[in-house]
C-alpha cells in the first residue's frame, strides 16, 4: 500500500482567504479522489482526478493532478464558513480505497 | 432514499465485552466497507467485502470480524474490545472502483 501524504494537517483562516491543500505519494497513482468531511458525517466525493495535468473545478474549488500524477492539490478561493471540514485524498488500490490522513481546515467569519 | 445506515450511532463498551456493528445500503452496490477513523490516521480499512459472499482482511484487520449476510448487509464483530479499539466506525459502499464510495455517519465507539 503507498503511502498518501497530506499537508498541511490543520489549517485555520479567515473568511474570504485563498488556501491550497496538498496530496502527495511516492509512487503513480491510477486516479485520485478528493472527499470532504463534516463533523459528525462520513466523507463525501468531491471529485476524482485521473489524468496527468488535469483540472477540474467544482465552484470555488479547483482540483489538480500533477502532470507524473504523483501529487494533488485542491485551492479554494475566497473560503467561507461552510468550507469548514476534513479534506481527504484517497486512492484506489485493488479493490479498495486508501486515504491520506487529511487536513483539517477551519475558516472563521 | 436512505443510502447507508449504520447502528448504533453511540457505544460504550467495557473491555472484554462484545458487540455488532451493523450496516446496511439500499443502492444495491456490490462492494461494501468497514473503515475505522483515529485523530491524526485518516481513515484506515478494518474489513471489505468486494461482492456478496466475499470478505477480504483491509489494512488493521486484528480483532474484527465481518460478515457479508446479503448484498444489503455488512456487519462488523467486536468479539473481546480492548480499549485500542475506541474509535469511530464508518461503513461505505461502492458499485464498483471507478464509482465514489458512499458512507454512513458513523458508529462513535468507547472502551472503557
Known amino acids: 500500500t503507498q503511502l498518501l501524504e497530506q499537508s498541511p494537517q490543520f489549517l485555520s483562516i479567515q473568511e474570504g482567504e485563498n488556501l491550497t491543500v496538498y496530496c502527495n505519494s511516492s509512487?503513480?497513482?491510477?486516479?485520485l479522489q478528493w472527499y470532504r468531511q463534516e463533523p459528525g458525517e462520513g466523507p463525501v466525493l468531491l471529485v476524482t482526478?485521473?489524468?496527468?495535468?488535469e483540472v477540474k473545478k467544482l465552484k470555488r474549488l479547483t482540483f489538480q493532478f500533477g502532470d507524473a500524477r504523483k501529487d494533488s492539490s485542491l485551492h479554494i478561493t475566497a473560503a467561507q464558513p461552510g468550507d469548514t471540514g476534513l479534506y481527504l485524498c484517497?486512492?484506489?488500490?485493488?479493490?479498495?480505497?486508501?486515504f491520506g490522513a487529511g487536513t483539517i481546515l477551519r475558516v472563521k467569519s | 432514499n436512505a443510502g447507508v445506515t449504520q447502528t448504533p450511532k453511540f457505544q460504550v463498551l467495557k473491555t472484554g465485552q462484545s458487540m455488532t456493528l451493523q450496516c446496511a445500503q439500499d443502492?444495491?452496490?456490490?462492494?461494501m466497507y468497514w473503515y475505522r477513523q483515529d485523530p491524526g490516521m485518516g481513515l484506515r480499512l478494518i474489513y471489505y467485502s468486494a461482492s456478496e459472499g466475499t470478505t477480504d482482511k483491509g489494512e488493521v484487520p486484528n480483532g474484527y470480524n465481518v460478515s457479508r449476510l446479503n448484498k444489503r448487509e455488512f456487519s462488523l464483530r467486536l468479539e473481546s474490545a480492548a480499549p485500542s479499539q475506541t474509535s469511530v466506525y464508518f461503513c461505505?459502499?461502492?458499485?464498483?472502483?471507478?464509482?465514489?464510495?458512499?458512507f454512513g455517519n458513523g458508529t462513535r465507539l468507547t472502551v472503557t
Open positions: 443502492m444495491n452496490h456490490n462492494s
Open positions: 461505505a459502499s461502492t458499485r464498483d472502483m471507478d464509482s465514489p464510495l458512499h
Open positions: 509512487s503513480v497513482f491510477s486516479s
Open positions: 482526478v485521473v489524468t496527468g495535468g
Open positions: 484517497a486512492e484506489e488500490y485493488g479493490n479498495k480505497l486508501v
